[in-house]
């Protein structure tokens, strides 16, 4: 069948072109019928722009046409042999998918939600809020630890309010651009700070008595990460979950990592178990269902966060909003509806 999908096909540039999908889907496998997809700020530029850097342990790639658009929601329109979880008719987000109007995905890969309690733009974010939630998990925080989120865009953001539910204090925000930090305070962080301030190690210090515990390391540069490490505490964790494309930065790493203890963990989301979750790890399917039972019990909210729709057919206007605008909505969706 014909499938309305929006393809980078070159360089800063983004298409809705009509692709093949087979009729019907394979054994384990679900038709979803996209109602919203979500755009991830950081993936999704580093794709459109060309960075070689995208693929993980995979060799460095600059080919097109390329898709993305890995969190969305919908409705299950056919299943194929031997799937139980879901049916045709059921509401489900659906992750690892593409902005495209139908999405054929494994079983595995869609999550039941009941729309009376999560919306179907929230349920179209779940697979993205994953990415942080994997990050505070490793960092092992406990109860009344001060908690640093470096960088506060999307992933920053939501950082902050996970950090808040598994009780951090104080959370700490840093980011040099103003208007991110009054958002990160919106979105329940206790402080928010400047990291280009010459003081910012010593303020960080002051405010959490030592340095921060567990450290939520998202803006992927090397600056970043070495600020970070000098407003760290002794024995703390921080967790990498910026992607560092660039690997051409250096940290003293004998006086910031080595001597005082600290531990550095890798946090890109598919540094996951696939099926079984463990304490400080868990599955994509579990950190899902994590954050629908926040949401559902009203434990946080993502309703401070700016936002911005578009129609499929104007993606290369939001595609080249995102390359250009350093303030693009932090959730900005696809409206599968006006296709």
């Given at each position: 069948m014909k499938n309305p999908s929006i393809v980078f096909t070159g360089i800063n540039k983004a298409e809705l072109i009509s692709r093949e999908l087979p009729e019907e889907p394979g054994e384990g496998e679900v038709l979803v019928r996209t109602r919203f997809s979500t755009i991830s700020p950081g993936t999704e530029r580093a794709n459109i722009t060309g960075n070689p850097n995208v693929r993980g342990v995979r060799e460095p790639d600059v080919s097109f046409p390329r898709q993305c658009g890995y969190s969305t929601s919908g409705v299950v329109e056919k299943v194929g042999k031997g799937v139980t979880s879901v049916k045709p008719g059921d509401t489900v987000t659906a992750f690892r998918t593409v902005h495209a109007l139908r999405n054929i995905v494994p079983e595995k890969n869609v999550?039941?939600?009941?729309?009376?309690?999560?919306?179907?733009?929230?349920?179209?974010?779940?697979?993205?809020?994953?990415?942080?939630?994997?990050?505070?998990?490793?960092t092992r925080v406990e109860i009344g630890e001060p908690a640093l989120v470096m960088g506060c865009g999307l992933l920053g953001q939501i950082a902050i309010k996970e950090l808040r539910a598994a009780g951090a204090v104080p959370v700490i925000a840093a980011d040099p651009v103003e208007s991110r930090r009054k958002l990160a305070l919106s979105s329940g962080a206790d402080h928010a700070l400047d990291p280009l301030a010459p003081d910012f190690a010593e303020e960080v210090k002051r405010l959490t008595r030592g340095g921060a515990k567990a450290v939520i390391e998202v803006t992927g540069v090397g600056q970043g990460l070495d600020g970070a490490l000098d407003a760290t505490a002794r024995f703390g964790r921080v967790a990498l979950l910026g992607c560092t494309r660039n690997k051409e930065f250096t940290i003293d790493y004998y006086r910031k990592v080595h001597c005082p203890g600290i531990t550095l963990i890798g946090a890109h989301t598919d540094a996951r178990p696939e099926t079984e979750s463990r304490p400080g790890v868990f599955t994509t399917r579990d950190d899902i269902a994590s954050m629908l039972a926040l949401l559902e019990n009203r434990r946080l909210s993502f309703d401070s966060f700016p936002r911005a729709k578009?129609?499929?057919?104007?993606?290369?206007?939001?595609?080249?909003?995102?390359?250009?605008?350093?303030?693009?909505?932090?959730?900005?969706?696809?409206?599968?509806?006006?296709?």
């Open positions: 999550v039941p939600f009941d729309p009376a309690k999560v919306s179907f733009e929230e349920a179209a974010i779940l697979y993205i809020t994953t990415f942080p939630m994997a990050a505070v998990r490793k578009y129609a499929p057919g104007e993606c290369g206007e939001a595609f080249t909003r995102l390359i250009n605008d350093r303030d693009f909505p932090l959730i900005t969706q696809f409206d599968w509806d006006l296709v």
